[in-house]
């Protein structure tokens, strides 16, 4: 069975202060890792898209890293509007469904200032 | 770019009612509209899969007949749920996505927050 699992479930962090995020993932044949932020209330906002073990992708204060079982996001110096909950999802080759993306929990984040 | 919108943002209803969500795609033609649900801490969950002009593939446990979704056009999609029941109070949200975005990104509307008293 595809599964994610994030860890930790919720990060509080100083500002400035740099950390990982954790995304563990099981598929059958893994068509592409998806990183998103979600504010509360609201939908989640794209972040990155990774494919393959070893790829990297980086936007301002974030970098994302995949290997065969596992993703993370890298968060480095934070600041307090990065805070928001971190969801990874993942999409297989053989899913059910044409795109179904299979989301974890997510890793809720707190930045103090 | 990739811009979804969903209206309404907040419903409230009374049990046995019928609510009608839209998502429409902004700036892009979503080939492919999705609508998942979302509890309080937890993950969101695919409820069905729908291509313009086709049937919605619903997941296995969604109730097509309770949960009636309409893929009118390759901008708009509406789920309409009938006789609501307080259980089904839940943040609704629907993606899209194209193949002439270049990937296999979904991109998400703000959701609709669904309360039936």
């Known amino acids: 069975e595809d599964q994610v699992t994030q860890s930790p479930e919720a990060l509080r962090l100083q500002e400035g202060e740099s950390s990982s995020l954790n995304c563990s993932y099981t598929v059958s044949g893994l068509r592409g890792l998806f990183w998103y932020r979600q504010d509360p209330g609201k939908g989640p906002e794209f972040l990155f898209t990774?494919?393959?073990a070893g790829e990297e992708k980086e936007k301002e204060r974030l970098k994302a890293t995949l290997t065969k079982k596992e993703s993370f996001l890298h968060i480095t110096a934070p600041k307090p509007e990065d805070s928001a909950t971190y969801l990874c999802?993942?999409?297989?080759?053989?899913?059910?469904?044409?795109?179904?993306?299979?989301f974890g929990k997510g890793t809720k984040l707190s930045v103090k200032p | 770019g990739a811009v979804v919108s969903q209206h309404p943002s907040r419903v409230i209803c009374k049990s046995g009612t019928s609510v009608k969500i839209e998502c429409r795609s902004l700036d892009f033609q979503a080939t492919t509209m999705f609508w998942y649900r979302q509890f309080p801490k937890q993950s969101l969950m695919l409820m069905a899969t729908s291509n313009e002009g086709s049937k919605a593939t619903y997941e296995q446990g969604v109730e097509k007949d309770k949960f009636l979704i309409n893929h009118a056009s390759l901008t708009l999609s509406t789920l309409t749920v009938t006789s609501a029941h307080p259980e089904d109070s839940s943040f609704y949200i629907c993606?899209?996505?194209?193949?002439?975005?270049?990937?296999?990104?979904?991109?998400f509307g703000p959701g609709t927050r669904l309360t039936v008293l």
């Open positions: 990774l494919y393959s």
């Open positions: 999802a993942v999409q297989s080759l053989y899913g059910g469904s044409q795109g179904n993306l299979i």
């Open positions: 993606s899209g996505t194209s193949g002439a975005l270049g990937g296999d990104e979904q991109f």
